[in-house]
């Protein structure tokens, strides 16, 4: 069974920054594995915002994002993270952390494996 845990969510001001981390662990940690944030807001459905494949070589990013979020990976901790810079109130959602073996997609049905969420609010 893989177990995904994030950490780092908290309250930040508008423009401010936060590094989300998604840590793997358990009896069997998926190989080649693609990881994945997604976010949920409250009343929304749940969306991508950041892909990369096991080498770091691909990676993906939702256009409301783009510039100011960055997801990069340490396999060799079995972590990925994800840096959000410029934070805006629409930004304010549960962030979840999505693994799932072989290529990268950027849709949630994609992925097997999924953390609880960490809750990321930003105050205007």
């Known amino acids: 069974q893989v177990r995904l845990v994030e950490s780092g969510g908290g309250l930040v001001q508008a423009g401010g920054s936060l590094r989300l981390s998604c840590t793997a662990s358990?009896?069997?940690?998926?190989?080649?594995?693609?990881m994945a944030w997604f976010r949920q807001a409250p009343g929304e459905e749940r969306e991508f915002v950041a892909g990369i494949t096991w080498s770091g070589d691909t990676r993906d990013v939702a256009d409301s994002v783009k510039g100011r979020f960055t997801i990069f990976r340490d396999n060799a901790k079995n972590t990925v993270y994800l840096q959000m810079n410029s934070l805006k109130a629409e930004d304010t959602a549960v962030y979840y952390c999505?693994?799932?073996?072989?290529?990268?997609?950027?849709?949630?049905?994609?992925?097997?494996?999924w953390g609880q969420g960490t809750q990321v609010t930003v105050s205007s």
């Open positions: 999505a693994a799932r073996s072989g290529s990268m997609y950027n849709v949630r049905p994609a992925y097997a494996y």
């Open positions: 358990g009896r069997t940690v998926i190989t080649n594995a693609a």
